[in-house]
Structures are given as C-alpha cells and as structure tokens.
C-alpha cells in the first residue's frame, strides 16, 4: 500500500489541485456557466444524467472498441505484408504514410457518405485514426528484430513459420503495444468525431446537443466522462502489455 500511494499520490495531489481551481476560478472570475461551468454544476449535472450518460457512454465505447479491434487486426496484417515483401515496402509502406498528409477530419463525410448514419461510418473514422499507428510501429517493430537471432535460428534448423512465431513477433511486440496504446486513446476522439458528423446517440452526440443548448455543465460532464474513457482504454492495454512483455522482465531476472 505504502508502494502504491507513494507512486500515484502526486497525480491525485495534481488532479485534486486542477479542481479546486477550477471551482475557485469560475467562482472567483464569476465566469458564465456556458462557457466554464463549476465543477460542482458539472458533478450534478452527472449525477442527475447519470442513466443518459451511461447509454451514451456504452454507445461510444462500443464504437471505439469495435473499430480498435479491427484496425489491430488489418494494421497487423499490413505490417506483416510489408515486413514480408519488398513489393509492399515500396508501395503499401509509402502510401499508408502518404495517407496521414491528408486531414482525418476531411475524410470524415466521406465514410458517412459510404457508411451511412449507422454504427459502420463511426468505425469507419475511429479506424482512421488507429490505422496508422499501429500498422506503422508494428512494422518498425519486424524491421528492429535482431539479424544474428534470426541466423542463428536458421542455423538450428528453423522454417519460415518458427522465425516468425519466435523471433519476429516477440521482436516487434514492444512496437506493437506502443502503437496500440496510442491508438487505444486516440480511438475515443475518433468516435466521437464521427457521431458529431452524423449519429444519434452517443457521447459525442450529448454533448453536440448540449452545445447547441448552451447547457455547459452537460457539455463538460460528456467531455469528462470521454476522457475517463480515453484513460480507460489506455490503462487496459497497458496492463495487457506488461503481461504479455512479462517474459522480458523474467528473462532479465534470469541473467
């Protein structure tokens, strides 16, 4: 326990800090609800959605979890395609690049246009967003793996099937779960961008409307709670990866 408070006490200090100020300062500067509402307006204001929010917020991360998972496993298959020929390096590799020049928010409509206003055109653009990072580091993560362990391994014997399983995945796992937990936070704007474009439910949509009505406390209680979710899904991979990379630590030990 000793352990645990002495690691997070500083970001609890640190958070508790940005709300007593953030309360002070709207109080103090009497600054309108529409713009910066109290953060005990917003506290009440999710309390008294609390059923509504919790709709809007299963909505969103479903959204986010489904186009995540799809996108880990196209990234994936991508980043083995490219690893894997020189063809896809010189054409695939230059043009998922070449697609991050272009504004995600630009390409938004468009998946409305061809996905509609259901769920799809959401995954669609969360898909955008977590495309990239995880096809480009898990193919930095294949290119970074050791030459000498893979020699050595064609040495003792071993096909194309066990240099991928043991030399080429453990190699690029690091690089896999880094761009994973990128994607894993930025996942939630992406959904959330694509209920604003078009949708009628979700944490996006809320606060759209509340906007629109200029409730600022159910605007910054859908911000707060999209953030919670955004920390969420980070804090879910990162667990994930220190189980998985846990043989490092063991091999470490070991020497």
């Given at each position: 326990?000793?352990?645990?408070?002495?690691?997070?006490?500083?970001?609890?200090?640190?958070?508790?800090?940005?709300?007593?100020?953030?309360?002070?300062g709207t109080r103090i500067?009497?600054?309108?609800?529409?713009?910066?509402?109290?953060?005990?307006?917003?506290?009440?204001?999710?309390?008294?959605?609390?059923?509504?929010?919790?709709?809007?917020?299963?909505?969103?991360?479903?959204?986010?979890?489904?186009?995540?998972?799809?996108?880990?496993?196209?990234?994936?298959?991508?980043?083995?395609?490219?690893?894997?020929?020189?063809?896809?390096?010189?054409?695939?590799?230059?043009?998922?690049?070449?697609?991050?020049?272009?504004?995600?928010?630009?390409?938004?409509?468009?998946?409305?246009?061809w996905f509609g206003y259901?769920?799809?055109?959401?995954?669609?653009?969360?898909?955008?967003?977590?495309?990239?990072?995880?096809?480009?580091?898990?193919?930095?993560?294949?290119?970074?793996?050791?030459?000498?362990?893979?020699?050595?391994?064609?040495?003792?014997?071993?096909?194309?099937?066990?240099?991928?399983?043991?030399?080429?995945?453990?190699?690029?796992?690091?690089?896999?779960?880094?761009?994973?937990?990128?994607?894993?936070?930025?996942?939630?704007?992406?959904?959330?961008?694509?209920?604003?474009?078009?949708?009628?439910?979700?944490?996006?949509?809320?606060?759209?409307?509340?906007?629109?009505?200029?409730?600022?406390?159910?605007?910054?209680?859908?911000?707060?709670?999209?953030?919670?979710?955004?920390?969420?899904?980070?804090?879910?991979?990162?667990?994930?990866?220190?189980?998985?990379?846990?043989?490092?630590?063991?091999?470490?030990?070991?020497?």
């Amino acid at each position: 326990m000793k352990r645990f408070f002495k690691k997070h006490m500083p970001v609890v200090l640190f958070i508790l800090l940005l709300a007593v100020l953030w309360e002070v300062g709207t109080r103090i500067f009497q600054i309108p609800h529409y713009i910066i509402p109290r953060l005990s307006d917003v506290l009440v204001s999710m309390v008294e959605n609390s059923g509504l929010l919790a709709r809007h917020f299963v909505i969103t991360l479903g959204e986010a979890l489904l186009g995540l998972a799809i996108s880990i496993v196209l990234g994936t298959l991508s980043a083995i395609w490219i690893d894997s020929s020189s063809l896809a390096r010189k054409t695939l590799y230059p043009l998922v690049v070449a697609s991050q020049t272009i504004p995600i928010i630009a390409l938004s409509p468009i998946m409305v246009m061809w996905f509609g206003y259901e769920i799809g055109s959401k995954i669609a653009v969360v898909m955008l967003f977590t495309f990239f990072p995880i096809a480009m580091n898990t193919a930095d993560g294949f290119r970074s793996a050791d030459p000498d362990i893979g020699e050595l391994l064609r040495t003792m014997g071993a096909g194309k099937r066990e240099l991928f399983l043991k030399w080429k995945i453990p190699s690029a796992l690091p690089e896999f779960f880094t761009g994973l937990k990128m994607a894993a936070a930025i996942s939630v704007g992406g959904a959330t961008l694509g209920e604003w474009l078009g949708g009628e439910a979700g944490l996006g949509m809320y606060t759209k409307r509340a906007a629109n009505m200029l409730r600022g406390e159910s605007v910054f209680s859908g911000v707060l709670l999209l953030s919670a979710m955004g920390i969420m899904l980070f804090l879910a991979v990162l667990a994930l990866e220190r189980i998985c990379l846990s043989y490092r630590k063991e091999s470490k030990v070991g020497q």
